[in-house]
Nanobody
Framework: QVELVESGGGLVQAGGSLRLSCAAS????????MTWNRQAPGKQRELVAG???????NYADSVKGRFTISRGNAKNTVYLQMNNLKPDDTAVYYC?????????????WGQGTQVTVSS
């Protein structure tokens, strides 16, 4: 069993910063790409940022220059540093990981953490 747990969400004023964390645990052999995604009310879930095992990153155009994704030294954690937040960034943020466990390869999601940006 593999579990992803996010933390770090909250309420912040426009222009402020937050740092999200996601830790993967369980019967993990290795983790490939990890991503952050978000879903605002009434909208579809969208990819925010991704990072490979080798450190290659990609970002949605709407967050380029403001958000930074990184992985911890143990490679089973991923962070999202969010700066200059805007009200449009308000959403539930979900962590996703492509995981090789002791039994199979699977795509896992965290439970989500709420980010609210006030104007």
């Amino acid at each position: 069993q593999v579990e992803l747990v996010e933390s770090g969400g909250g309420l912040v004023q426009a222009g402020g910063s937050l740092r999200l964390s996601c830790a993967a645990s369980g019967s993990i052999v290795s983790i490939n790409a990890m991503t952050w995604n978000r879903q605002a009310p009434g909208k579809q879930r969208e990819l925010v940022a991704g990072i490979t095992t080798g450190g290659t990153t990609n970002y949605a155009d709407s967050v380029k220059g403001r958000f930074t994704i990184s992985r911890g030294n143990a490679k089973n954690t991923v962070y999202l540093q969010m700066n200059n937040l805007k009200p449009d960034d308000t959403a539930v943020y979900y962590c996703n990981a492509d995981v090789y466990s002791s039994t199979h390869r699977g795509d896992y999601w965290g439970q989500g953490t709420q980010v609210t940006v006030s104007s």
